[in-house]
C-alpha cells in the first residue's frame, strides 16, 4: 500500500535551520505531486511547498518563499524540506503529502494518503 | 488566518445530523475550484474524506456527504457516532497563492 514515512522529532534553536525527509513506496514516485503542509499548535493546517518528483520543479507558497526549499531524491523515492531561519513561530507539526498524478492540473489536486507527521520544536 | 472560513466547533448527540460550512471567495470556491475535506482524529495525520465536493474514497461511510455551490460548502454527518469526534477541514486551490489553502478546521465534539 501507499506509505509516505517521515524522519523523526527534532528540537532547534532560532536561526537554524532543519531538515525533514519524507520517505514514500507503494507507488511510481515520480508519477505523483509531494506536498509540504504544517499545523502549529491551536492553528489550522498550512500549505508550504510542493514539487513535481521527475522535473524537480518546485513552487512554495509565499510566506515562506526565500527560506524554503523542497528537494527530492528519485533513486530512493523520497522528498526532503529544508527549512531556514527558524523561529518560534515554526514549532509545528510537519506533514508530507501525495496529492495527484503529475499529469491533472494542479487546482484539481487533493492530498491522500498523509505522512504521520514530523514534530519541529523552536525553542531557545 | 485562514482563508477559508469554518466555525471552531460543531456538536450533536449521536444519531444525529450535523454540517460543517466552509466559505471562500472568488479565488477559491468562487472561482470554480473543488472542495475537498479531511478528518483529523486526535493523535493522527489528515485522512482524506471527500474529494471533488462530493465523492467518497474507498472505505468512507455514506454517513459522510459533501456539497458546494458557489463560494460555500458544506460537510454533512449523519447518524453520529462518539468515533466521529474529530477536527475536520476542509481544502480548495487559490489563485492567489497558487496551491492548496485549507479552512481553519472544525472540532466535532460527539455529546
Known amino acids: 500500500q501507499v506509505q509516505l514515512v517521515q524522519s523523526g522529532a527534532e528540537v532547534k534553536k532560532p536561526g537554524a535551520s532543519v531538515k525533514v525527509s519524507c520517505k514514500t513506496s507503494?507507488?511510481?514516485?515520480?508519477?505523483?505531486?509531494i506536498h509540504w503542509v504544517r499545523q502549529a499548535p491551536g492553528q489550522g493546517l498550512e500549505w508550504m511547498a510542493r514539487i513535481n518528483p521527475k522535473s524537480g520543479a518546485t513552487k512554495y507558497a509565499p510566506k515562506f518563499q526565500g527560506r524554503v526549499t523542497m528537494t527530492r531524491d528519485t533513486s530512493i523515492s523520497a522528498a526532503y524540506l529544508d527549512l531556514t531561519r527558524l523561529t518560534s513561530d515554526d514549532t509545528a507539526v510537519y506533514f508530507c503529502?501525495?496529492?495527484?498524478?503529475?499529469?491533472?492540473?494542479?487546482?484539481?489536486?487533493?492530498?491522500?494518503?498523509w505522512g504521520q507527521g514530523t514534530l519541529v520544536i523552536v525553542s531557545s | 488566518q485562514s482563508v477559508l472560513t469554518q466555525p471552531p466547533s460543531v456538536s450533536g448527540a449521536p444519531g444525529q445530523r450535523v454540517t460543517i460550512s466552509c466559505t471562500g471567495s472568488g479565488s477559491n470556491l468562487g472561482a470554480g475550484f473543488d472542495v475537498h475535506w479531511y478528518q483529523r482524529l486526535p493523535g493522527t495525520a489528515p485522512k482524506l474524506l471527500i474529494y471533488g465536493n462530493e465523492n467518497r474514497p474507498s472505505g468512507v461511510p455514506d454517513r459522510f456527504s459533501g456539497s458546494k455551490s458557489g463560494t460555500s460548502a458544506s460537510l454533512a454527518i449523519t447518524g453520529l457516532q462518539a468515533e466521529d469526534e474529530a477536527d475536520y477541514y476542509c481544502?480548495?486551490?487559490?489563485?492567489?497563492?497558487?496551491?492548496?489553502?485549507f479552512g481553519g478546521g472544525t472540532t466535532l465534539t460527539v455529546l
Open positions: 503529502v501525495r496529492a495527484r498524478e503529475t499529469y491533472y492540473l494542479e487546482s484539481t489536486n487533493w492530498l491522500d494518503p
Open positions: 481544502q480548495s486551490y487559490d489563485t492567489s497563492l497558487s496551491g492548496p489553502t
Open positions: 507503494g507507488y511510481t514516485f515520480t508519477d505523483f505531486y
